[in-house]
């Protein structure tokens, strides 16, 4: 897979709706219910991120067992993370930022990557190696929405996933921006829904954040 192909599958995860949850799971066995509430509710696109121990087992599980479910995962750091993501079946990897070796690593492993920036240096540095859609973390303490709107002028090829102290009220003034596919936020899956197995209630949340797109 070259990064041409890698490039058009990262941007097809992100177009599927405005909001990739941010996951971060501590019972494996809420996986495939929580992941079903997700698609039921119009966000199929899923990050579940590595810092549990739980994270792989809910990983394999969604992918195999959630139809319509586009699983990813979340806090890759380098070339180890991204073989075990590829390995549970995940469709695509999204990193805080971005190291030689982890993009020497992405270019090996056929699982697109969405690397992090935070900075205009940074962005500029990933689009020389051919990256096109990048995650903008931590969005709101980079600079947020302001930040973005500057770079959409002299960084006209990028288009972003910004990360990282968004919520619902603030989603919009993202979206709204014209480079920016989709944002990534936890409060789709709160720690109290999943523990207690609150289904509807993260479907409801899927709704809500699946109309948010301006």
């Keep these: 897979m070259n990064q041409a192909d890698r490039q058009q599958q990262i941007e097809r995860a992100m177009c599927l709706a405005p909001v ?86 992405a270019e090996q ?10 900075t205009a240096s940074e962005a500029m540095a990933l689009l020389e190696r051919g990256y096109r859609h990048l995650k903008f973390f931590p969005a709101v303490p980079a600079g947020g929405a302001r930040l973005l709107a500057a770079w959409a002028g002299p960084l006209p090829q990028l288009r972003f996933c910004p990360t990282g102290g968004i919520s619902v009220a603030s ?26 197995g609150d289904w509807a209630g993260i479907e409801q949340l899927a709704r809500a954040a699946a109309s948010l797109r301006p």
């Design 20 to 105: 990739i949850p941010v996951v971060v799971i501590e019972d494996a066995r809420a996986a495939v219910p929580m992941a079903r509430a997700l698609v039921a509710g119009g966000v199929p696109a899923i990050e579940v991120t590595l810092r549990t121990a739980a994270a792989l087992e809910a990983v394999r599980a969604i992918a195999a067992e959630v139809e319509g479910a586009v699983v990813g995962v979340g806090t890759v750091l380098g070339e180890a993370d991204l073989l075990t993501a590829y390995d549970a079946g995940a469709r695509f990897a999204v990193s805080p930022g971005a190291t030689a070796r982890l993009l020497d690593a």
């Design 171 to 196: 989603a919009v003034d993202f979206l709204a921006l014209p480079n920016v596919l989709c944002v990534g936020g936890s409060w789709l899956t709160p720690a109290d829904r999943l523990a207690t």
């Design 109 to 118: 492993i056929p699982l697109p990557l969405l690397p992090g920036a935070a």
